[in-house]
């Protein structure tokens, strides 16, 4: 059966320190990967997603990144936190498909200080 | 521009009632729209909806999509504790349906 992992659950990072958050996914090929925001236990804002190694696509400019060094690892990154990027950040999966549900890891709450 | 849009943005109700979500959207080249359920960490799939008129249906959820009028509604009968949660709503869309963009969810809460 496919998995999810996300690491780490929660984060507590200085103003103008580097991030980086880690997503794999197991038990499945190719999948599409995805990172997601959310405020406040709202919406989830779109923020990278990538359907193969090294293939990225940005929604929204920013100072994070996003890298896929492997087919089933999904990083996101910044090299200097601003007090915005805080949030619950969700790594998600789906198989590549037109329609097949996301499977959403559990999620990193973040807090930059 | 494309969106989704998710109504209301919140609801109270008492256990036993009756509620009715809503999603709408206008995007290019719709594919599909799905339904899912929040309760603290990761989402969690409810409903693919595709065809127009098809009602899909789990215990006392169900869900209905009409793509004349752009549509979908997420109906929850006689609701308990447990269906507090936030409920989103997602359609992939563009040309491969890569791209997926989330509705700004409904916060449920129901009171016992």
């Known amino acids: 059966s496919q998995t999810i992992h996300q690491w780490p659950a929660t984060l507590v990072q200085p103003v103008g320190s580097p991030l980086s958050l880690e997503c794999t996914v197991e038990g499945t090929s190719n999948p599409n990967l995805y990172w997601y925001r959310q405020a406040a236990g709202r919406g989830l804002q779109l923020l990278f997603y990538?359907?193969?190694?090294?293939?990225i696509s940005s929604e929204v400019p920013q100072n994070l990144s996003a890298s896929r060094p492997q087919d089933r690892q999904f990083i996101l990154s910044s090299k200097k936190l601003l007090l915005s990027d805080s949030g619950f950040y969700l790594c998600?999966?789906?198989?590549?498909?037109?329609?097949?549900?996301?499977?959403f890891g559990n999620g990193t709450r973040l807090t930059v200080t | 521009e494309d969106k989704v849009v998710q109504s209301p943005l919140s609801l109270v109700v008492h256990e036993g009632d009756t509620v009715t979500l809503n999603c709408s959207y206008e995007v290019t080249n719709f594919r599909s729209l799905l339904w899912y359920k929040q309760e603290k960490k990761a989402p969690t799939f409810l409903f693919m909806l595709t065809s127009s008129g098809i009602e899909k249906k789990s215990g006392r959820l169900s869900s209905i999509l009409d793509k004349k009028e752009l549509f979908s509604i997420l109906n929850i009968t006689a609701t308990q504790t447990g269906d507090s949660a936030v409920y989103l709503c997602d359609v992939p869309y563009m040309e491969y349906g890569n791209k997926l963009v989330f509705g700004a969810g409904t916060i449920l809460r129901v009171k016992s």
């Open positions: 998600a999966w789906r198989i590549d498909s037109t329609n097949s549900p996301l499977h």
């Open positions: 990538s359907v193969g190694i090294g293939q």
